[in-house]
Structures are given as structure tokens and as C-alpha cells.
């Protein structure tokens, strides 16, 4: 990836970021740690990778994503609002009531592809949208992101076994594996491990890669593109809250809002990243 | 009534997603390894390239279901009551119902006339189930003739539905040439001024009879055939209670939550009428030859009548 690109990348990132940090703290709930985790991803997808038009958000032939860890929508929210889907002001009206960005995903606000975040159930929805998708003859893709935590739902196999048995090869399910859900440490919760043998066991291709670094986020996913006939796990080590220091890798931050003080030191903090990415 | 001809509406089911794939190109049907038993076989004989096998996980049917209807497929998911309503209850409700999305749901085997399978195979509790979730649509044919037209209107409709359909082969009451089948209306099967009897499924044909021994008796009795549950014909429903007063409902379901909860519900807000439930009362079924099992749960002409018979008083 070139310099220029991947430093607007990340400073895209940074302001998918900030907007993670301004939902939760005006929606006084939400789920920061995730959000933060998968910035970098919906930021590479949204802004590097997916066929997509924020004028004409229902494109019949557009690319896909299903937040199957769907308590990360602010993450998705900010992305699309940077995208232009919507205004960044629905992110202060966050899990309101009446407001147009619901606590989970629905379908019915623009940008978004499922309704999802009843854990376990998005990444069936995205089997339905390949299957849909290879009918058709269509050339677009699918993503999925999952949590590490999710993954331990019994449907995940299910249609894990149903994509590779359809050979959804236009499928890429990214499982953002920061360690921890809510009651701890996932290894220590009811362990999902060892999640890419696993995988590769259910007939995925397999890839890991590092979620912060959009040169290894780009490599993997020109990896993914190559494969046909199977569909591809990309396993994306990560940093629950990254980018916020106090938030990182710390479980509590999990499905916590910031108070004031801790919103005005995440924000200075998200400013002086993006500060000096512009400079 | 020698030359009476019996059909299982699973086999209608089958046959009609054969005989309407043609004419609609984004119908596709799912499965889960049961197809054999759904009749979705039939189907997948015809058109094998718009048949997906998702083995024995009703849970990720549902959910390819749901992502098959946003990119605009019309899919059938197709398994047992059981697994449908209540196995998959959770995937149907969030990623079906909440988005509303175009899936229609194929429920076979419902009700105690599973037969010898036994209790855990027959759902008693999917109507209930499914009435709970905003904006689905529950059709609940009584023969042949309107299983086949309810999969068309289904179809028809955008958004979802709940069909549900049996494993025992019943008598086809409805005229094949006339028929027509308009989803939300109740039929007036039989008119009649001393009581109505609000039948679904399989049981209208049982309310049929037990009204021809009414007659025969001295009572006029009104037979309605609901077979869309939700949306319920509350007119229709309201209207039968003044002209008639007391309602006897008659369900292959649970008393609770089912047909007889959702005219109850209805009639105490329009026009408060006693409502007398025939179903399955508050219990498990067991193994046993099905017409038995009717037999030995109520649900049968023979009850209807000495239900109608107390109800009045007579």
C-alpha cells in the first residue's frame, strides 16, 4: 500500500475513532472496546476495498458486510457516517429515542446490510447473501466480522460447514480476536481456541493478520482474493480498545460509556493521534 | 362419503413449490436433511439447482434464509414445527421478523397428529410462538386445496410468513375449481345463528361434521375456517360474536396462545362473548397412531359437538 494511502486510512481511523468515543459517551452505553478494535478494519473495507455507493446505499451488485458482533455498531455507524451515508450528528443521538442509529444494527438505516447482534446469527445472514450472490452470477463479496467471543455460538459452525459445502469462495468472515469478552479472557471464559485450526478444519482458508496495521490488512486481503472454492477466515489479532490508552485491552471497557472525563481524555488523546498524522 | 380424498398438506406443500417455481424465478427452497419427510423432495426433483440441503441446522437455515431475501430470493425454509418455530425461534424473530425480510417458513409435522414419533416431535406451541412476532404473517391450512393456494398467496405477500402444514393425510374439503383463498378473511364454511365454531387446520373438517349432527339436533351452528391466524379476521370474528355469542374455538395446537388465545384476545375488545377452547390442553403428547391420538386429545367432531352442546346448555 502506498504511503500517502495508508496514512489517510489512518487518519480516516482515527475520526472512525473519535466517533466511536462521542456515540458511547452521548449515548451514556454502547460498547467501546469492540468498536475500537475493528476501527482500522471497516475503515480499510469502507474506504479501500468494498463496491460501494453511499448515493445509491440498496446497489443491487454492491459489496456486503454483516456486523455479525453487532454491539460494535458504533464502529460501523462512524464509518459510514465518514463515508457520507448520514450525517456524523446521528452519532450524538445514538441509542436515543427515535433516533435513526439503533443500539444493534438494523437494516432499515442506510449503509446497513442486516440486521444483526443477536450473536451468532450475521454470519448466516452473509451465507445467505454468497449463496444469493453466486445464484445470480453476481461478482460481489460478502464480509462478516465476528468476535472472538461470538465464535463460541453453536450457529457460527453451522454455517461454517454451510459455506465451505456451498464453496462460497465470494464469503470473507474476519473474526476480530482481541482476547477478551465480556466475562474475562476468552481462553479463560469457555475457551473458542485453536480458532484458526479450527477453521481450516471446517474447509476455510485461513489467514491471520495483524488488524492495526493497514500494510498487513491490505496483504491479507489481496490474499483473499486469490482463493476460489473455499470460502476465507482472515483471524485479525487486535487490541480491544485501541487507540484510547486507558481503554486498551482492558475487559471493563467491554459494553462501559465513557464518563466526561474519560470522554475529553479519549478525545484529546484521538486528537493529538490524528493531529500528528496531519502534520 | 366413501369417495372422500385424503391428503397430507406437507404433500400439497411439496407440490406447490414444484408447480409455482416456473412461474416465480427467485423461489428457492432450504431444507434441513428432511426433505423426504417436508415433501420439499418433490421440489428438489423439478428444479435440484434451486435447492439448498442445509443438513440438521435449522438455526443457520434461517439465517441463509434471511441473507437469501435481501439480495432478493423468495426462500422456503422447510422443516419440522418443531424446529422451525421452536428450535430456530430466536433466528426467526431477529433476523427474519425484525428486518422483515421476504422468507417464508414451511413448518410440516405440526401438531399432536405427528403420531407415533411422539412428544418431542409434536409442537403444540409454534402458533403461539410465532404470533409473538411482530409482522409475521401465521396461515394454518384446513386441506389440500387451500395449502396449495396459501403457499401461492404467500408468495404473493412481501414479507414473512409462517405456513404451517401436516404429516396426516385429511380429507381435501375445499373445491379445487372454485376455491380462493384471501390471506387475513375467515371463511364461512357454514352459516348458522346459535353459536359459532372457529376452526383451523385439520380441524375444520371435524367442526364440518359436527355441525351436520348440530343440525340434526336442533342447532345452528356457524362454522369459520381461520386459516390465517395472524392477521386475524377480527371482523369477521367480532361479527360472529354478536350474531352468534358464545365462540367454540378448535385448534391442533396448544389451548394456550394459539387460535382459541387469539379470538379471546379479539372478542373480550369488541364484543365480550364466552370463548370455550378445543386443543391440546396444557400437556405433552405421546406415541400412538394419529387419528388415535386426535381422538384421544379432543380434537375431534364427537368433542366439538359435546362442547358446543355444554356451552349451550343442551
Known sequence: MDAAMKKNLQKIACKVRMGVIEGTYNAKSGHPGGSLSI??????????????????????????????KGHTAPALYSVLAQKGYFSADELKTLRHIGALLQGHPCIHTPGVDMSSGSLGQGISAACGMALAGKLDGKSYKVYAILGDGEIEEGQVWEAAMFAAHYKLDNLVAIVDNNGLQID??????CSPEPITDKFAAFGWHVIIMDGHDFDDIDRAF???????????????????????????????????????????????????????LED | MADVIKKATRESYGEALRDLAEEYKNLVVLDADLAAATKTGI??????????DCGIAEANMMGVAAGLASCGKIPFASTFAMFAAGRAYEIVRNSIGYPHLNV???????????????????????????????????INPCDDVEARAAVK?????????????????TPVINDAETYKFELGKGVV????????????????????????????????????NIHTI??????????CARETGIIVTAEEHSVIGGLGSAVAETVTECCPVPVVKIGVNDEYGYSGPAVELLKKFGLSAENIINTVKKALNK
Open chain 1, 222 to 276: 489481496a490474499e483473499a482474493e486469490k482463493i476460489s472454492g473455499k470460502p476465507v477466515a482472515i483471524i485479525q489479532k487486535s487490541v480491544k480498545g485501541k487507540g484510547v490508552s486507558f481503554m486498551e485491552n482492558q475487559v471493563g471497557w467491554h459494553g462501559t460509556a465513557p464518563n466526561k472525563e474519560q470522554y475529553e481524555q479519549a478525545m484529546a488523546e484521538l486528537s493529538a493521534q490524528l493531529k500528528e
Open chain 2, 230 to 239: 395472524k392477521p386475524l379476521d377480527k371482523e369477521l370474528i367480532c361479527k
Open chain 2, 104 to 138: 417464508k417458513i414451511g413448518a410440516t409435522h405440526a401438531g399432536i397428529s405427528v403420531g407415533e414419533d411422539g412428544a418431542t416431535h409434536q409442537c403444540n406451541e409454534d402458533i403461539a410462538l410465532m404470533r409473538t412476532i411482530p409482522g409475521m404473517t401465521i
Open chain 1, 184 to 189: 474475562g479472557k476468552i481462553t479463560e471464559v
Open chain 2, 43 to 52: 421440489f428438489k426433483k423439478a428444479y435440484s439447482d434451486r435447492f439448498f
Open chain 1, 39 to 68: 476501527s482500522d478494519l471497516v475503515t480499510y473495507l469502507y474506504f479501500n476495498k468494498m463496491n460501494i455507493d453511499p448515493n445509491v446505499p440498496e446497489m443491487a451488485d454492491r459489496d456486503r458486510l454483516v456486523l455479525s
Open chain 2, 153 to 169: 398467496a404467500a408468495l404473493d405477500y412481501v414479507g414473512p410468513v409462517y405456513m404451517r402444514f401436516g404429516r396426516l393425510a
Open chain 2, 189 to 224: 364454511m357454514k352459516d348458522g345463528s346459535d353459536i359459532t365454531i372457529a376452526a383451523t387446520g385439520l380441524m375444520v373438517n371435524e367442526a364440518m361434521e359436527a355441525a351436520k349432527v348440530l343440525e340434526n339436533d336442533g342447532i345452528s351452528a356457524r362454522v369459520v
